[in-house]
């Protein structure tokens, strides 16, 4: 059993900067990997950003390249999201998760076993 636990989020002006944090209550296995998503009030949870946690290579929603950059630190247990430029639309509750294999589609809700409480980031000016 992995617990994440989200911190990072607040309200932001458009063109503002945020970063997330995602810390897990035990180490990550190499296998595994971290991602973001994210759910605006009346939509459906949409993939943001994954993280392989062995090698580090990266993925990213077209709407997060160039903005958003996804990283983490093996020895804090903690996976973190830049996110720079942001737009109203970008608001959302955004959450993280952990998949325990590498089984599965990394953009995929069903992937993953384990998910943070949520963190609301509001971009409004």
């Known amino acids: 059993q992995v617990q994440l636990i989200e911190s990072g989020g607040g309200s932001v002006q458009p063109g503002g900067s945020l970063r997330l944090s995602c810390a897990a209550s035990?180490?990550?296995?190499?296998?595994?990997?971290m991602g973001w998503f994210r759910q605006a009030p009346g939509k459906e949870r949409e993939f943001v950003a994954v993280i392989r946690w062995s090698g580090g290579s990266t993925y990213y929603a077209d709407f997060a390249k160039g903005r958003f950059t996804i990283s983490r630190d093996d020895a804090k247990n903690t996976g973190y999201l830049q996110m720079n430029s942001l737009k109203p639309e970008d608001t959302a509750v955004y959450y993280c998760?952990?998949?325990?294999?590498?089984?599965?589609?990394?953009?995929?809700?069903?992937?993953?076993?384990?998910w943070g409480q949520g963190t609301q980031v509001t971009v409004s000016s």
């Open positions: 998760a952990v998949s325990s294999s590498s089984l599965g589609q990394s953009t995929a809700v069903t992937s993953y076993d384990y």
């Open positions: 035990r180490r990550i296995f190499s296998s595994a990997r």
